[in-house]
């Protein structure tokens, strides 16, 4: 019986792995509060864009994402992210008073191209699903699950997340607010 792996299976898988690290990393990250620390997971030209779910008939299902040019729940650069991650740590944000309870789960972790390496300045797609559950106080409880399109890059040696859209399964959103980053 041959057991044999080809090389480039094994860099696939290599590279496989690296991108999960990367998003389960970020994700405890997020669930630790470390911020400045998920920055510096994020290229200095990130585009952290969420925009806004439409019900939309069978037909027009392409539209039901609020175009890029469109109002967005976010849609955000490193800048932009940088402020409210020193709002969220000055203590006094009003809507993490007390702090939230959040736990970010990342699955279905896929590589649109299958690739077997990603070189310095090169970016490729890959995409996750998410499910976020908040808590707060004794009786408010979020639910956020939905999809994410990232665009992972190779900087300096790491991967950087360079793009990310998120949608929601929601076209109407149930939380009281957007401080947890997705």
Same mark, same amino acid.
């Given at each position: ?14 590279? #496989? ?14 669930? /630790? @509060? !470390?911020?400045?620390? *998920? ?7 990130? @585009?952290? *864009? ?7 008939? *069978?037909?027009? !299902?392409?539209? =039901? ?7 967005? *729940? ?12 020193? !709002? ?30 990603? /070189? ?8 996750? @699903?998410?499910? #976020? ?14 999809? @994410?399109? =990232? ?18 399964? !929601?076209?109407?959103?149930? /939380?009281?607010?957007?401080? #947890?980053?997705?």
């Amino acid at each position: 019986m041959n057991l044999s792996i080809s090389p480039s299976r094994l860099m696939y898988l290599d590279l #496989v792995r690296e991108v999960e690290d990367l998003l389960y990393a970020e994700a405890d990250l997020l669930d /630790a @509060r !470390q911020y400045e620390e *998920w920055l510096d997971l994020l290229t200095e030209d990130i @585009r952290y *864009w969420m925009p806004i779910r439409k019900n939309v008939p *069978w037909r027009d !299902q392409s539209g =039901d994402v609020s175009a890029e040019d469109e109002v967005g *729940w976010f849609d955000d650069d490193k800048s932009t992210l940088s402020k409210r991650v020193k !709002q969220l740590m000055t203590g006094i944000h009003w809507a993490e008073e007390p702090l939230s309870r959040v736990s970010h789960i990342i699955s279905n972790v896929r590589m649109v191209e299958k690739r077997e390496s990603l /070189a310095d300045g090169e970016s490729m797609p890959v995409t996750c @699903r998410f499910f #976020v559950y908040r808590n707060r106080l004794e009786t408010e409880t979020d639910f956020l699950v939905g999809r @994410r399109e =990232d665009h992972i890059r190779r900087v300096d040696g790491e991967l950087k997340i360079a793009r990310r859209k998120i949608l929601i399964e !929601q076209s109407v959103l149930m /939380a009281k607010n957007l401080t #947890v980053f997705l």
